[in-house]
C-alpha cells in the first residue's frame, strides 16, 4: 500500500494540518516508508482474533449522573487566545 | 548521618553542593528525618546544579522559586515531625504533566503559553507526600521520539560521553563536539537524574519513553502495568499505551517514587481500583524459587555482540542468586514494532485533534475556522508529529480502518496472549536486552528514514503493546564506557516482582557510576 500526492493532500486536510506543494513530495516519501514497514503485519493469520478493545480487563466504572464539578467559567477559558463573556471567539465557521 | 552537630558535619565536606546533589532519595529521606540537612538545602545545592547546567537543556522551566517555598513547608512539617513519603525530596517533572499555574508545553510550540489551571493526578499524588518541585523537564514533543530530538525547545545533551570524544564545555555555554542523545520522549528526565540535577523525575512511557532513555544514561526506569497509575492531566499520546513511572538512580528509589505516583483515580476509567502495595519492601525479596523467561525472538539480527554477553550475564546473575532460567518463546514479537506504529499514531491524531487554536494554545489567524485549524497545526506541530498525525489519520480513515488499524489491533490480542501463555507455564519475569544498541550520537539517526529512529524501540514497544509492566535496570558499560540496560517484563499488577528481580541484577552489577560534571 503507497500513497500518492492527491491522498497526502487528502489526509493533511482531514488532519486539518496545512502542507505546502514543497511539502507534499517529502510526506509522501516518510509516510510510504512507514506504509511498507507496516506491510509485514498481513503475514499474519488474524482469523478469529478479536481486536484488543480493553488493554487490562475490567468492568468500566459509572458514576452517578450528577454534576460535581464546574461553575468556574473563567478558569476554563483563562488560556483561550480570543474570548467574550466566557464564549472562545472564533472567525466565521459558517458561509 | 546522624550527629550532635549536623551543621558542623556539612559544613567539613569539600563541597557540600556535590554531596547533597549525589543523595540517593532514601538517603535523602534518612538525612532529613535525621535532621543531618534541611529540604531548603537540598532544594538550593539542586538549584545551584541545574543553573550550572543550563547547557545541557535537561529543563525547559526551572522553578527555583518554587522550590524554596515547596522545601520551607517540607522543613516546617518535618520540625513538627510530621511529613510524607517523599517530604523535602527534589523532583524534575516531565513536561508532559500539567502543573497548575506553571506552563506545560508538552515539548511543542502548539501549547504557547498554556498554564494549566489544575493539577495532574501523578503530580498531585507527589505534592500530597511532600515532595519539592525543581522545574519542567525537555521531552520529544508529545512524547513522540527516542533521541529528545523532537522537542520544540531543542534537543537534550547527554551528561554521558564516549571514551576519547571531543564532547566539552565551549567558552559560551554551549556544547562542543557531537554530544550524545539521552534517549526519549523522557530524555530531559534521564538525563536530569544522570547527571544529578534532581533525585528522580517523573517521566511517561507509550512504547519505551521511560526504559529507552533510562538504559541510554545509566539510570532505573519502570513502565508500571497500564492502569496502575492515572493518566488524569497527563498530556495524552496514545490512550491505551501511555503510562506515567519514575526514573531514578537505584531500584529502591524508582520503587519510592512509584508508590507515591501509583493509586486509584476516579477520573481515569483506565485507572485500576487496586491498592498501591509497598513496593520498596518488595525490593528485598530475592529471586529464588522465581522461573526466569528469556524469550528466543528478542535475538535479532544485527544485534551487538556486547548487548548479547550482557544478556547472558543477566541470566547468569539470576541463576546465581537462585532464580531458574528458561527458554520462552513470544512468537509474534516481531509484528509489534508495525502494529504500534498504527496504533500509536491512531490514537495521536485523535487526541490531537484538540490542539486547534481555539481554547489554549498557539493560534495563526485564518480566513474561516478550517483556515485557523490548518494554519495553526502547521504552525504549531512539529514534524515528527505531523507524520505520525498524518499515519494515524490514513489508517483510521474510511476504506483503510479494517486492513490497517482493526488489523494492528488484532496483532495487539496475539502478542498479548503470547506473554499471557508463558506466565501461565510459571514464568514469573522475562530478561531482555532494553535497546538495541547504546546511546548515539545526535543527528545519527532518523533524518533519512524515519524507520531508523523508530528502531530504537524493538525492545519495548511489545511491552506497551500488551499492557504489561516493564523496568530497565543498568547492568554495565560498553566498550566506548556507555551505559548498558536490560529489561524486565512482568506480570499485570506484579510490579513488585519486577523490583525484587532489578534489585538482584542491581546487586550484581553493582551501582553503575555516573558521570562527573564536566559540562559547567
Given at each position: 500500500m503507497s500513497v500518492d500526492e492527491k491522498t497526502v493532500r487528502r489526509i493533511a486536510h482531514l488532519a486539518r494540518i496545512a502542507v505546502t506543494d514543497a511539502e507534499v513530495p517529502h510526506l509522501q516519501g516518510e509516510l510510504n516508508a512507514i506504509l511498507s514497514f507496516v506491510e509485514q503485519l498481513n503475514e499474519v493469520d488474524v482469523e478469529g482474533v478479536e481486536p484488543m478493545t480493553s488493554v487490562t480487563p475490567m468492568i468500566m466504572k459509572k458514576r452517578e449522573d450528577g454534576v460535581t464539578d464546574g461553575g468556574y467559567a473563567d478558569k476554563i477559558v483563562q488560556n483561550a487566545p480570543a474570548t467574550e463573556d466566557n464564549f472562545f471567539l472564533v472567525p466565521k465557521v459558517i458561509e | 548521618?546522624?550527629?550532635?552537630?549536623?551543621?558542623?558535619?556539612?559544613?567539613?565536606?569539600?563541597?557540600?553542593?556535590?554531596?547533597l546533589t549525589h543523595l540517593t532519595i532514601a538517603e535523602a529521606r534518612d538525612g532529613l528525618k535525621a535532621k543531618s540537612f534541611s529540604a531548603s538545602e537540598l532544594a538550593k545545592a539542586h538549584i545551584a546544579a541545574i543553573e550550572k547546567a543550563r547547557a545541557l537543556n535537561a529543563y525547559v522551566l526551572e522553578t527555583p522559586e518554587k522550590a524554596l517555598a515547596m522545601a520551607k513547608a517540607s522543613d516546617d512539617r518535618i520540625a513538627k515531625g510530621e511529613g510524607g513519603a517523599l517530604e523535602g525530596i527534589p523532583l524534575g517533572i516531565k513536561d508532559l504533566f500539567c502543573t497548575d499555574g506553571t506552563t506545560t508545553t508538552a515539548g511543542s510550540k502548539i501549547l504557547g503559553n498554556f498554564h494549566p489551571p489544575y493539577e495532574s493526578t501523578v503530580t498531585r499524588n507527589l505534592w500530597n507526600d511532600g515532595a519539592v518541585m525543581l522545574g519542567k523537564l525537555n521531552l520529544d514533543e508529545f512524547a513522540m521520539g527516542s533521541s529528545n530530538e523532537t522537542s520544540a525547545f531543542g534537543p537534550v545533551v547527554s551528561p554521558w560521553r564516549r571514551e576519547g570524544s571531543n564532547v566539552g564545555a565551549g567558552t559560551s555555554g554551549a556544547i562542543e563536539g557531537n554530544h550524545l542523545v539521552p534517549g526519549g520522549s523522557s530524555g530531559g528526565s534521564a538525563a536530569a537524574v544522570a547527571a544529578h540535577l534532581c533525585l528522580g523525575a517523573t517521566a511517561t512511557d507509550t512504547g519505551g519513553s521511560i526504559r529507552q532513555p533510562a538504559a541510554f544514561t545509566g539510570t532505573v526506569g519502570i513502565k508500571p502495568t497500564y492502569g496502575r497509575v492515572s493518566r488524569w492531566g497527563t498530556v495524552a499520546f496514545a490512550s491505551s499505551l501511555d503510562q506515567a513511572g519514575p526514573i531514578a538512580r537505584t531500584v529502591r528509589d524508582a520503587a519510592i517514587m512509584l508508590r507515591s505516583m501509583a493509586g486509584p483515580d476516579a477520573k481515569d476509567t483506565t485507572c485500576a481500583d487496586?491498592?498501591?502495595?509497598?513496593?520498596?519492601?518488595?525490593?528485598?525479596?530475592?529471586?529464588?524459587g522465581l522461573k526466569i523467561g528469556i524469550p528466543k525472538e528478542y535475538r535479532v539480527d544485527g544485534m551487538s555482540p556486547e548487548i548479547e554477553q550482557l544478556w547472558h550475564q543477566g541470566a547468569e546473575w539470576l541463576r546465581a542468586a537462585g532464580a531458574e532460567v528458561v527458554e520462552v518463546s513470544l512468537p509474534h514479537t516481531k509484528y509489534a514494532l508495525p502494529a504500534y506504529y498504527i496504533v500509536a499514531p491512531a490514537e495521536a491524531s485523535s487526541n490531537l485533534a484538540r490542539y486547534d487554536g481555539v481554547r489554549y494554545g498557539l493560534r495563526e489567524n485564518g480566513k474561516d475556522i478550517v483556515d485557523l485549524y490548518e494554519k495553526t497545526r502547521a504552525?504549531?506541530?512539529?514534524?515528527?508529529?505531523?507524520?505520525?498525525?498524518?499515519?494515524?489519520?490514513?489508517?483510521?480513515?474510511?476504506?483503510?480502518?479494517?486492513?490497517?488499524?482493526?488489523?494492528?489491533?488484532?496483532?495487539r490480542t496475539l502478542i498479548k496472549r503470547d506473554f499471557e501463555e508463558v506466565y501461565a507455564q510459571g514464568v514469573h519475569a522475562i530478561l531482555t536486552p532494553a535497546t538495541p544498541s547504546a546511546a548515539f550520537g545526535i543527528g545519527e539517526k532518523g533524518s533519512g528514514d524515519p524507520v531508523e529512529m523508530y528502531l530504537n524501540d524493538i525492545f519495548t514497544v511489545t511491552v506497551n503493546m500488551a499492557g504489561l509492566p516493564g523496568i530497565a535496570v543498568p547492568a554495565g558499560l560498553d566498550s566506548q564506557g556507555l551505559p548498558l540496560g536490560l529489561q524486565l517484563i512482568g506480570r499485570a499488577f506484579d510490579e513488585e516482582t519486577l523490583f525484587a528481580t532489578a534489585q538482584a541484577i542491581e546487586d550484581a552489577a553493582g551501582r553503575i557510576k555516573l558521570p562527573q560534571a564536566w559540562w559547567a
Open positions: - | 548521618m546522624a550527629g550532635t552537630c549536623p551543621a558542623m558535619t556539612l559544613k567539613q565536606r569539600s563541597s557540600p553542593v556535590t554531596e487496586l491498592p498501591v502495595p509497598d513496593f520498596e519492601a518488595a525490593i528485598s525479596r530475592g529471586v529464588k504552525a504549531g506541530f512539529g514534524r515528527e508529529v505531523k507524520r505520525r498525525i498524518m499515519i494515524g489519520t490514513y489508517v483510521l480513515s474510511a476504506g483503510y480502518y479494517d486492513a490497517y488499524y482493526v488489523r494492528a489491533q488484532k496483532l
